[in-house]
Structures are given as C-alpha cells and as structure tokens.
C-alpha cells in the first residue's frame, strides 16, 4: 500500500469512480436519445411549433447535447468526488497520519493525479458513449473532431480538480471545498461574458467542443496556455499553502 | 551526548491565549519521557510544534531525529481501509526498508491480530488507539511522540500499550502526554509537568517527588497513647508541629537531621510501643495536584 494505491482504492471502495461514470454515461446516452427523440416528445406533447425550432437531428448537435446536459451535473458531482480527497485537513486526525510522514508534494501528487485521471476518464466514457447512441440513433460524429474537443474539455477539467485542489487548501471541510469550487467556475464563467476577456479563460475550451465537432477553426491556444498556467499556478499555491497551515 | 529533542524558550499563541509560555526541554535519546499536565495545560500543543504540524510563535527547537512518528489523542483513519492496509501504508512512508512481516507482528503486539484485515469503520475508540500505536512503531522511528495513547483504552488495553511504551526504551526516544499518573510512574524516565504553558517540573520522577516530600516530615505509628506522644513531641524545641490521627502521629521537623538524630530518642523515653516510622512520602496524585493549581 502505498500514497498511489490509497487513491485508487479511495475512488474505488467508496465507489466515487462509479458516481463519475454513472453520471457522464448516463447523459452520454441520454443526450443523443433527447436529440434524436426530441421532436417526437414535443409533438406527443402538442408543442408541433416548438419543433420547427429545433436544429436540425445531427450527430452534431446529439454530442453538444450530451455535453451540455453532462457538464452540469457532472462538474457537481467532480466538485464533491474532487473534494472528498483532496480537502487533506478535513479531519484533523488523519490529516496527522499523512502530514507526519510524507510532504505536502507527495501527498497531494498522487490524489491530484488519480483524481483527474478518473475524471477525464469518466468524461472519456461518456463521449465513447454518446458517440456510439449518436451512432445508433442518428449518425457516426467525425471522430478527429470529436477527439479534439473531447480533450480540450479534458484539460478544462483538469483545470476544475487544480481549482478544487487550491479550495480545499483555503477551507477545511468537504462541503465548503466543492461548493467555493462551483461558485468559482460560475463567477469565472460570468467572467467569461465580457467578450475581450473570453478567449483567455479555461471555460473558453468547453464552448470549444461544439465549435470543433461541428468543423470550427481551431482558435484555442491562448486558453489552453492560461489553462496551463493556471493548473501549475493552483497546484504551487496549494504546496505552499498547506506547508504552513497547521492541522 | 546530543539531545534528541531540545527547545529554547518555545512559545505558542492563539490570538488571546498563550498555549506554551516559553519551554525549555532537553531529551536524551533513548529515554522515556511523560508529559503531565491538566487539561488545557499545553500538552497537545508542545506535540504539535515538535511534530511540526504546528508553528510556534517563537523559540528554537531541533530534533535530532531520522524519522520520528507522531500519535494524536484521538487518532483516525479512512475507515475504507483495513488495519492491515493502515500499518502497511505506515511501513511504506517510514524513510527505511521495513518488511512487510513487521505489519503482522506489531498488529499482533497491538492486540489486533485477528481484526488485521477488518475494515477500521467498525473499530471502537480503544481498538482505533491500538492501531495508531501499531501504525506508530511500525516504521522504527528514532522518536515517537504520543498524545494520550492510553487516554481511551480499558485496563488490558493500557496494560498492552505501556508494554510497548517500555519496549521501546533504548530503541527509540519517547514522548507521551498523559493525564493518567499511574501510566507515567510505571514507564517514564524523565517526567514533565506543564501548567498553563509553563514547564514548572523537568526532571526525574524520583527527583520530583524527593522535591516535593522533604525529609523533614515523619510519619510515626505507635500503639497505644498516640495523643501523648505528639504532646510530647510538640514539647520539643526542634518539632515544629505534631498532631495524632488514631494511631499515627505525623510530624514536622525543623531539619531532617533533627528527626535522624533526636526522633528515635524521644520515642524510646515516652515508652510507648513503635509500628513503624518513616518519611512522608507524598504520592503523585498529591504532588501533582500541588504543582498544577
């Protein structure tokens, strides 16, 4: 057993790794099963004007769809999973246990790893997903395009656990980390309305998805680079946060 | 010889309250040493500066330790995990090579040889202390700082605990607070009594308690007339008091070399039959109580 193990086990035993992949999964089917049944559903309902509305049944539009419903939830359910490893001083006593023995580094290394790993993994399935209902329901999206996307979300969500790292070094508990996480990302994307400022900031990379499946330019470099920097930036502010904070 | 813990003036504060008030402690290695103290006396706080897992407002300390383990009063672990995977990861992050048999035999020792590869979630308070006493001593620390490790556990449980605290006797250093005196008057070399911060006592437990029971104070049990024995001794100009209780007479002299020199004497010339006779010695408890209000 060692500080790598820990972490999986942790994601396994408490089966957290199953909430992240019940929830990317669930809307990666859920999302072209609305796309692709969305007219008849608002046609049963007598909303026929509504229908005439909608985009057009793409593959497209059932990977933005999945993206969309997932990311919601999903950032929520990232927030608390997120927090429950790396909030490391939640409780004091078995905050004596790792603080006694290992460095800050070598603690949080393997929980930040693992836990992003599992989230872009988690976030992986759920594009695997979508794309093969989309396959079977509508249409095969292009999966170059696709992959791309997908990894630019994936570095936006490496992004949401450095952020959850540098929350649970400012509060304590569990609740507090995840929920000053997701007023973060909210704030960052009120942010992220005033045009000048959008292209630099890391929620420019979700809006990414749909423009690069749906054959947009590839204009996500600057947010990719401030992404990066703000991840090293987040983790280096956590190390020296916790060396000196006191359990 | 190099001290394995030392600090000058160590002073902690947090915002109204000064926690330590400038210890000063020197350790030799090898030893066992018993921190004693009321509550709130600072006994947690000292642990947690020389654990450095908190800061001290000033002061200097240095350890000249390898590797050292810390124990807290209430110790907890994921409660996923097994005692087993516990002590294991114990042995993993210990700077040495420990192998992986040393689990089994300090959860053996710890008494939690057949709850090894139970999930800890359904431990109890004392069994989650001999776990962290198990996951302490695993990796072979050099010093081993303990935070009330009795504190929680049932006769047998302490019983095993002090055994293991002895064990350690010239292979590692240890610290261990305590509010329980029995515990320190059996295992410590050395003993520390804090008091509102302050170490108002370093040194041996036989030293400490010749401090605090001077020779100069007698206990004399006679058989018959104890009355007329203290109103004899009282008579006498080196006595300073003397008062009877049934049949024990105790009394105050004025010089330890009074009572050896003229005490038997007196006794002998009242006449009266002697039980016993011998220097009030003061217990712990009664020590303790007196040095810490």
Excluded at chain 1, 179 to 197: D, E, H, M, N, Q
Excluded at chain 2, 25 to 50: C, D, F, M, Q
Excluded at chain 2, 237 to 255: F, G, H, M, Q, R
Aim: hydrophobic share 50%; charged share 20%.
């Amino acid at each position: 057993m060692n500080l790598w193990s820990l972490e999986w086990i942790r994601l396994t035993r408490t089966g957290r790794i199953l909430i992240l992949l019940a929830v990317f999964f669930s809307f990666g089917i859920i999302g072209p099963l609305s796309v692709r049944y969305l007219p008849e559903l608002l046609d049963a309902a007598g909303s026929g004007e509504a229908i005439s509305q909608l985009p057009p049944v793409t593959p497209e539009f059932a990977m933005a769809a999945y993206l969309g419903n997932a990311l919601q939830i999903g950032l929520l359910a990232i927030a608390f999973v997120g927090a429950a490893a790396l909030a490391i001083d939640a409780k004091p006593e078995i905050s004596v246990f790792f603080r006694s023995r290992s460095s800050i580094r070598d603690i949080i290394a393997p929980r930040f790893v693992v836990v992003a790993a599992a989230t872009v993994v988690a976030f992986a399935a759920g594009v695997t997903t979508a794309a093969v209902t989309s396959g079977i329901l509508i249409d095969w999206p292009e999966p170059g395009p696709t992959i791309l996307g997908s990894a630019l979300v994936a570095v936006y969500l490496v992004f949401v656990v450095a952020l959850i790292t540098l929350m649970g070094s400012l509060v304590r508990k569990v609740p507090a980390t995840a929920l000053l996480t997701v007023g973060t990302l909210i704030a960052l994307s009120i942010i992220g309305l005033y045009a000048p400022l959008a292209p630099w900031l890391p929620s420019y990379l979700v809006g990414g998805f749909d423009v690069i499946i749906s054959g947009g330019d590839f204009v996500y470099w600057r947010a990719i680079a401030l992404t990066a920097a703000a991840i090293v930036a987040c983790l280096a502010i956590v190390v020296v946060r916790l060396d000196s904070r006191e359990v | 010889m190099t001290a394995m813990i030392e600090t000058n003036g160590l002073v902690k504060d947090y915002k109204d309250t000064t926690a330590l008030a400038g210890i000063d402690l020197s350790i030799e290695p090898g030893r066992v040493y018993g921190l004693i103290g009321p509550n709130g006396a600072g006994k947690t706080t000292l642990i947690g500066v020389l654990s450095g897992l908190r800061t001290p407002t000033s002061g200097t300390m240095h350890l000249d330790s390898d590797y050292f383990a810390v124990l807290p009063d209430s110790p907890a672990f994921d409660p996923w995990l097994t005692a087993y995977e516990v002590v294991d990861l114990a042995r993993n992050l210990a700077p040495t090579d420990v192998p992986e048999s040393a689990v089994d035999e300090v959860l053996e020792q710890a008494g939690l040889a057949e709850a090894a590869h139970r999930k800890v979630s359904g431990f109890s308070r004392g069994m989650f202390q001999r776990l962290g006493i198990a996951a302490t001593v695993v990796g072979e620390p050099d010093l081993v700082l303990l935070d009330e490790p009795a504190a929680a556990l049932d006769p047998a449980g302490r019983r095993e605990v002090l055994d293991l605290v002895a064990d350690m006797r010239g292979r590692a250093t240890v610290l261990f607070s305590s509010h329980i005196l029995d515990d320190v008057q059996e295992v410590v070399d050395e003993i520390g009594i804090l008091r509102k911060g302050q170490l108002v006592y370093d040194g041996s437990l036989e030293g400490l308690i010749s401090q605090q029971s001077p020779r100069t104070r007698y206990v004399v049990e006679v058989r018959g007339d104890a009355d007329g024995v203290a109103e004899s001794l009282r008579a006498e100009p080196w006595v300073v008091t003397a008062s009877a209780s049934d049949s024990a007479i105790t009394l105050e002299a004025d010089s330890a070399e009074s009572v050896e020199e003229r005490l038997v004497r007196v006794l002998a010339d009242y006449g009266q039959p002697v039980v016993s006779m011998q220097p009030n010695v003061r217990s712990l408890e009664d020590i303790f109580l007196e040095v810490t209000t």
